[in-house]
């Protein structure tokens, strides 16, 4: 094919049209990358290795391309897949695109070109010092060495309008869990509904319709049991999904699986245990770091310490997790702050702090997530998102397995 070509779209057809104006049948760049993988590898496992994808990635795309170019692009022979001669008469444009390609990458982003593209990634202030690690990560892959990783603190309402606008290409929060997230409350409340819910049952139970048959018996039958599907010859309503805003769901189509995580209190080590076991009692009237009532993490420490009736004698108020680390480092009180921070801080610790995680139980929890704009199947940004969100998770597996152990709060 020879001239320059746009791509048009109609309706859900999209077509190539050249400036003859003849019209052809579009094929995505993605798919003849996926087409000269195999080539050169001879295999569907071994082009998906290459390109870092997996195999029914790489078989749905070549199935896409064969569907639109009518006809067989592979013959097995041997084990290994061997090019059609259709294939064949495209390898040689093949190799001279891609190593073109290759070339100029070399010479945008390779040594000497001076910029890459930029990857930015939003944190929330609780997790700045944690992303130094996440950081690093992402630096030494060589699978994501043409971007040029950019960490940017924000608050979680300024990462959502990033992400919806598309300035972020990953945006992690630390939170506490949404109310009601357990504690006496929330059990007060449970038990309430159970005993609202065993009456109610109990009365259908009991109650009775006089139902006349067309012969002019009557029968007794009990109400269905709540939860119950009763008998109807009527079709089943339809209800319709809530109408959500087009870039809302764009925002949240990927938010992945939390992760829970423990809080730590850090405690100085110079302070005497008297041979007793360290607990959360053990901060009643102590001198104590807090964060602020308006910051998540702030509001789950205070209403955990005054669920277990402790208080502790507030020294000072952190900004971050981070300061309240290194304000208990220096020996002048204790803290409570997320695993993450506290892993970093006893880091550099030498010695001058103990730290034991606090048991995860009903409230006493954080939630690590994200969110990633929506990347289609197979592409080359989701290979990136698939790539951050590995490293992501090393980094935590890595804080985590840190720790010290022995000194877990006991339940």
């Not at 070339?103 to 939003?122: D, I, K, Q």
């Not at 080359?380 to 090393?394: H, S």
Request: overall charge negative; glycine content about 8%; aromatic content about 4%.
């Amino acid at each position: 094919m020879t001239g320059a070509y746009r791509s048009i779209s109609s309706g859900s057809n999209k077509m190539a049209q050249s400036d003859t104006g003849t019209r052809e049948p579009g094929m995505r760049l993605r798919q003849l990358e996926m087409l000269w993988a195999v080539i050169e590898c001879g295999s569907m496992k071994g082009g998906a290795a290459q390109l870092g994808i997996s195999v029914p990635v790489v078989s749905r795309g070549l199935a896409q391309l064969e569907q639109t170019l009518g006809y067989s692009l592979f013959l097995r022979e041997g084990g290994r897949l061997v090019p059609t001669p259709e294939a064949e008469r495209l390898t040689p444009s093949l190799a001279q695109m891609f190593t073109a390609q290759s070339e100029l990458r070399r010479l945008a982003f390779g040594p000497g070109s001076g910029t890459r593209p930029r990857l930015v990634l939003a944190v929330t202030p609780a997790l700045e010092a944690f992303s130094a690690g996440w950081l690093t990560r992402i630096a030494a892959c060589e699978a994501l060495s043409d971007w040029l990783p950019v960490i940017e603190v924000m608050e979680p309402s300024q990462q959502v309008e990033a992400a919806r606008e598309g300035r972020v290409a990953m945006a992690v929060n630390l939170e506490a869990p949404p109310e009601p997230q357990g504690g006496k409350r929330a059990a007060t409340a449970a038990a309430r509904a159970r005993e609202l819910n065993a009456s109610l049952r109990q009365r259908a139970r009991e109650e009775t319709v006089l139902i006349e048959d067309e012969d002019g018996t009557s029968a007794t039958a009990t109400m269905p049991e709540l939860g119950d599907n009763p008998p109807s010859s009527e079709p089943e309503s339809v209800i319709e999904a809530p109408v959500t805003d087009a870039s809302d769901e764009e925002t949240t189509a990927h938010q992945q699986q939390v992760l829970r995580l423990p809080l730590m209190l850090l405690w100085p080590a110079r302070w005497p245990l008297l041979n007793k076991p360290l607990c959360l009692a053990r901060l009643n009237e102590r001198p104590f770091v807090d964060l602020p009532e308006n910051t998540s993490q702030g509001r789950l420490i205070r209403g955990l310490l005054k669920r277990e009736r402790v208080t502790p004698a507030i020294q000072a108020e952190a900004a971050t997790p981070d300061s309240a680390g290194q304000l208990a480092c220096s020996g002048v009180a204790a803290t409570i702050i997320d695993v993450l921070s506290a892993r970093q801080t006893l880091s550099g610790a030498n010695g001058s702090l103990i730290g034991m995680a606090l048991s995860m139980r009903s409230e006493r929890y954080l939630e690590l997530s994200w969110q990633l704009p929506v990347a289609e199947d197979g592409s080359a940004e989701q290979e990136v998102q698939t790539r951050l969100i590995a490293l992501l998770e090393a980094e935590v597996a890595a804080c985590l397995a840190e720790l010290p152990t022995g000194n877990d709060e006991q339940e």
